[in-house]
């Protein structure tokens, strides 16, 4: 499929599958050589990471966890700029090692807010990690170690990303035309 609807928005494709599904298998290699001996907790930022987070955890065969947080300043095509957390950690993380994954940064200001938010409980290291990153909509400075792909500041749905709930299981990544 080329192009997809949602909501009377025309979308067309932008990153095919297999693209994606390469580049978190190179991304996955990346976090075995540097953490495969240190039992990190993965921190997957819902809803639109979850995803991505499965598709790069089941390339992962070292010792790891997984936990899941919600945080949110999106309403339709927009960031609101208003970060809320909704659904925090259940397990402890002080002198832990903590991979953030994200589908994807765009102001930054959500992760930015995470960061913070995460450092007060003092892990040992804390990263990021996240499918797309739009370097020109960025508002704050990040520490991104790990980005699968950075993009313009277009609008994206698929492969976990939605417009208004809609578009989350799309295989692919589209485009707003």
Known sequence: MTSVILHQLEFIKFIDNSKIINRINQMALELTI????????????????????????????????????????????????EVKQVLGLSKPIENRTVIILEDIIDSGLTMDFLLRDLARFKPKQLE???????????????PVNYIGFEVANDFLVGYGLDYNGLGRNLPHIYKAV
């Open 128 to 142: 990021v990690c996240t499918l797309l990153l739009k370097p020109e909509a960025l508002q704050v400075k990040l």
């Open 34 to 81: 540097d953490f495969s001996n240190s039992n990190p907790l993965f921190l997957s930022v819902l809803n639109g990471s979850f995803i991505f987070s499965a598709d790069l955890l089941r390339q992962l065969d070292f010792a790891c966890e997984i936990e899941f947080v919600k945080v949110s300043s999106y309403s339709g095509t927009q960031s609101t700029g």
